[in-house]
């Protein structure tokens, strides 16, 4: 079994906050072993988005990561990758591949 995407696992997350209505907030919380931004996710309680804007102000508070920035690719590596991606798709294309 193939490791889920990150798309995957926002959707596992966020789904049933969204579904129920209930807030939540995302913030930076460092770096992965490649230098790819890693954030958190919290839920709170109907009616309590000021918990999480406490809780998430606490944490910048006592850390620096929501002020630090990824290294900028290398530009050749940034070509390669694009030219990797494969060709992008009209709107056009994608509506009639879909119907």
Do not use: C
């Amino acid at each position: 079994m193939s490791e889920p995407t990150t798309e995957q696992l926002d959707a596992y997350v966020r789904i049933p906050f969204d579904i129920l209505g209930l807030p939540e907030i995302a913030f930076p919380i460092g770096f992965d072993a490649g230098g790819v931004p890693v954030g958190a996710i919290l839920g709170g309680q109907p009616y309590e988005e000021d918990r999480l804007l406490e809780v998430a102000a606490a944490y910048q508070a006592v850390t620096d990561w929501h002020t630090r920035r990824p290294a900028d690719p290398h530009p050749s590596a940034a070509r390669l990758k694009a030219a990797i991606g494969g060709p992008r798709l009209s709107a056009e294309e994608v509506a009639t591949s879909s119907a």
